[in-house]
Structures are given as structure tokens and as C-alpha cells.
């Protein structure tokens, strides 16, 4: 919803009813049963749920990104998260208490606290889009850990060919074919380019130290899990329309501003005047257009992202295809007598780079995907918003 479309028709309809506490409970109470899942534009007060649209985020995205590492690296971050673990418990204890609150209040014909449901609900949505922001975080730091996987890799493959050509060059000399320099520069290259294999490993345990304290796993059995090869990860995303309705943030949102609104008796009239001059709104409806700007910015950022990367990779096989090949070709030149040293060190140095350059382009393409599933609100699934109760011992709660 823009800040001066229309609301819906249903939430017209409530407000001009005055939207009793027992029906906004009951709403709140329809978001619990179907997951918050609703259509493709945003409204204050959800609409009845769509099956297909139900079925859409009935997975959060790593379960079908088509890497079963990073997808038991998330659950088991998200399983072993202490304060993830103390905000489910505290939750599960709350819809406990209210719940024999509210069979009391039932058998002594009391009127149960206003709101409480629905505040307990948004609470659920905001533990759920901090699942959903901590999953984002660990994917992240596991396409690094693979960055750097790789970026050794071709760094360790660059080595051989410099110590060979530190080998040609000292025939040379002895042959008279050559200067001193060419040797003494080959000799350059190798202890320059064993420094950065040294460099990449310090940034590889580094990516592991990070990706330890995101899963509670210890780095040895990160790095067994890893393994001694890696890439990063090759995700298939497309940013296809913009479609918010799904983020656990906004949802929590629409149901504490349908409160407020509720309890305060805004009128219909009201409402319209002030998404139509969002100067003149009040702080709730003033955050609710500033909630959905910020999640439509991260929702542009991301598949901007994704489509300058997917841009950029296309080309760079081809390209370091012919860099190698260039590369091979100087060095035979240089053996053979037929072409200078300079021309080899340029040759190799920009196949080395230009094969980094893909692997950094192809994490840049994982994480920009990971971003945008995560802005399009699929980082939790319906579960979430039924937390458990045995969680306490992470808490020193019973």
C-alpha cells in the first residue's frame, strides 16, 4: 500500500463499526490460525487468507535454496540461540498465563485485560522477524566463508605456474637468454603470492570464527563440515514484483497500529486525510508509512542487487576463460624465447584477478538473494509463531 492509497474495504468497514476490543482480538486471533499469510498489498487489518499464498512461504527459503549445509547450519543457529531461546520461552509462558487468565476470567465472568491477545501476537511477529534477520546473518557469513574457500584455491593453483616460470627464467639465464631481473622478479612473484595464500587463510579463519559465534558450532567442526574445497553458494532468485505482505516486522506492525487506532477512535475520515498528507499523521500511522518505506528501500536495494550481479557474472566466464588461455599462451612465448617477462607477469596476474573477480561477483550474487528473500519477509515459516515452552534451560527458567 503507498502512503495515499486507500485502506482496504474490510478495515473501512470495522472502523466505521468503532472496532470493538472482542473483534479486534478475533482478528488477531484469525492471524495466529493461518500464519499472518495475506495477499500481495499490505492492509492494517489482514484479509482472509489465501491457500495458494499460505502455501508460498510454508518453508523459509534456505529449506529450498539448494544447500543442505547452509540449511543445517541455520537451524542449528537458530536452535542454539540463547536469547532467541529466552524470547520463545517468555512468550510461551505469556500465552500460557493469559490463557488460565482468561478461563478464569470466563467461569467469574470477567472481561479479559484489552489488546492482550494482539500484543502477544505482534510479540510472536517480532521474534519471528529476528529468526528471520539472524537466518539472513549466518547465510551471509557462510558465503564469505566459501568466498575465501575458493579465493585459497585459485591462489594455491596460481603458485605452481610462478614457481615454474622462477625455473624457466633461471635457464634462461644460464643459457644467456635472459637478464638476472627475470629471475629475481619470478622470485618476487612467488613469495608476494605465497603471502596472500597466508592472507586468505587469515580471512578464511576469520569467515569461521564468525560463522562459529552466529551457529554456537565450534570452528574445528565448521571447518570439517566445510571441508578442504568450497564455492560460494549458487542461488536462484528473481526479484519479480514487490510484494511485502509477507515480512513478520509489518505484520506485528498493522496489528499494534489497528489497536491504537481502535483505542484511540480514529474515524475512517481521519485516516484517509492523514495517508493523503502523511505530514499530518499521528505517530502511529506516521510509523506505519515510515515501516513500509523502509521495507520497500530494502526490498529495491536488494533485487538491484541481484540484478547488477547477475549482470556482471554473465560475462566473466568467457573472460577468464580467455584470460587463462592468454595466459598459458605468454607462458610458452616466454619459454620458447618469444615473448618477455613483463608480458607473463601481466598475463598471469590478470587471470588470477579476474578469476577472484568472478568468485567475489558469484558471493555478491548469493548474498544479494538472501537479501531479497529475506526483504520479501520469507526468513519464517508458520511454526514460529507457535514458540515452545522448553526452552527454559537456556534462560535458567523453569
Known amino acids: 500500500m503507498t502512503t495515499g492509497s486507500p485502506l482496504s474495504p474490510r478495515f473501512k468497514v470495522l472502523f466505521r463499526m468503532r472496532l470493538a476490543p472482542l473483534v479486534l482480538v478475533a482478528a488477531c486471533a484469525g492471524c495466529s490460525s493461518v500464519g499472518g499469510h495475506h495477499g500481495a498489498h499490505l492492509h492494517l487489518v489482514p484479509p482472509p487468507p489465501d491457500t495458494a499464498d499460505h502455501a508460498a512461504i510454508d518453508r523459509p527459503w534456505w529449506k529450498d535454496a539448494g544447500d543442505p549445509l547452509l540449511a543445517q547450519l541455520i537451524e542449528q543457529g537458530l536452535a542454539h540461540d540463547p536469547a532467541l531461546a529466552c524470547q520463545a520461552h517468555a512468550l510461551a509462558r505469556r500465552n500460557t498465563i493469559a490463557t488460565a487468565r482468561s478461563l478464569k476470567a470466563r467461569l467469574t465472568r470477567m472481561v479479559a485485560p484489552r489488546d492482550g491477545a494482539a500484543m502477544r501476537m505482534a510479540d510472536t511477529y517480532d521474534l519471528a522477524q529476528i529468526r528471520s534477520r539472524r537466518a539472513a546473518n549466518i547465510a551471509l557469513a557462510y558465503i564469505e566463508a566459501r568466498r575465501w ?7 594455491a593453483q596460481a603458485l605452481a605456474p610462478l614457481r615454474d ?10 643459457a644467456g637468454l635472459a637478464a638476472a631481473l627475470d629471475g629475481d622478479m619470478a622470485d618476487v612473484m612467488t613469495g608476494l603470492e605465497t603471502t596472500n595464500v597466508d592472507a586468505a587463510r587469515g580471512h578464511l579463519a576469520e569467515a569461521i570464527a564468525h560463522l562459529s559465534t552466529l551457529t554456537g558450532a565450534l570452528p574445528d567442526d565448521l571447518r570439517v563440515l566445510l571441508g578442504p574445497d568450497g564455492a560460494p553458494p549458487v542461488f536462484t532468485a528473481a526479484p519479480g514484483e514487490e510484494d511485502l505482505s509477507h515480512r513478520a516486522d509489518l505484520l506485528a506492525l498493522e496489528i499494534r497500529l489497528t489497536a491504537d487506532l481502535a483505542r484511540h477512535k480514529i474515524t475512517q475520515d481521519a485516516i484517509d486525510a492523514q495517508l493523503q498528507a502523511p505530514g499530518t499523521a499521528t505517530p502511529a500511522i506516521a510509523r506505519w508509512i515510515k515501516a513500509q518505506a523502509q521495507a520497500s528501500a530494502e526490498w529495491h536495494e536488494a533485487a538491484e542487487a541481484l540484478t547488477t550481479a547477475t549482470t556482471r557474472l554473465a560475462p566473466l566466464g568467457h573472460t577468464q576463460a580467455l584470460a587463462t588461455r ?3 599462451d605468454a607462458r610458452l612465448a616466454y619459454r620458447n624465447g618469444a615473448g618477455s617477462f613483463a608480458t607473463l607477469y601481466v ?3 590478470s587471470a588470477l584477478a579476474i578469476s577472484e573477480r568472478r568468485v567475489d561477483t558469484q558471493a555478491a550474487l548469493a548474498g544479494a538473494a538472501v537479501a531479497l528473500w529475506s526483504a520479501q519477509g520469507r526468513g519464517w515459516q508458520p511454526s514460529d509463531l507457535k514458540p515452545s515452552a522448553n526452552t ?7
Not at 616460470?165 to 644460464?174: K, L, M, Q, T, V
Open 149 to 155: 574457500q575458493e579465493r585459497i584455491a585459485l591462489r
Open 326 to 328: 592468454a595466459a598459458g
Open 347 to 349: 598475463a598471469e596476474a
Open 165 to 174: 616460470n622462477a625455473e624457466i627464467a633461471r635457464f634462461r639465464r644460464e
Open 392 to 398: 527454559g534451560d537456556f534462560c535458567g527458567q523453569p
